[in-house]
């Protein structure tokens, strides 16, 4: 992304399963995955406000549940995975417009170094 944002994959109201989109944009991010294999990945679900505060947290659970199941089918390491949730608490805009609603509907990923890539990495300043 040009402007420096997390990857998103994203859902219609009320829904977690994951749009024809949603594939195309997971299976361009597995082969990045697939080409660093010493990281570990975060699955944060999101959603908008529409509804009670207790069945977004259910629903953002699904959501980042459903896209982990979708890398795990792909062939990533459920070792490699992390999932959170946080229901409509960290909304990425306000919800005051359908488009911006539809921009909090998502799951994000964040990509950290796993120990084994941090360790390598430790050795290779310390030779230089």
Do not use: C
């Not at 990857?7 to 597995?30: E, W």
């Not at 659970?61 to 390491?77: D, N, P």
């Not at 490699?80 to 911006?100: C, F, H, M, S």
């Amino acid at each position: 992304n040009p402007d420096g944002s997390k990857m998103g994959v994203f859902f219609t109201t009320g829904q977690f399963n994951i749009s024809s989109n949603s594939k195309i944009a997971l299976d361009k991010l597995v082969k990045v995955f697939n080409m660093y294999p010493e990281t570990n990945i975060l699955i944060e679900g999101h959603t908008d406000n529409v509804g009670s505060d207790a069945s977004n947290m259910t629903l953002s659970q699904k959501r980042a549940s459903a896209v982990g199941s979708y890398l795990k089918e792909a062939g990533i390491k459920a070792s490699r995975l992390t999932i959170k949730w946080y229901g409509e608490t960290q909304p990425k805009v306000e919800n005051t417009t359908a488009a911006d609603k539809a921009e909090n509907r998502r799951v994000e990923f964040g990509i950290t170094a796993n120990e084994k890539m941090k360790a390598e990495a430790a050795k290779e300043a310390e030779n230089n």
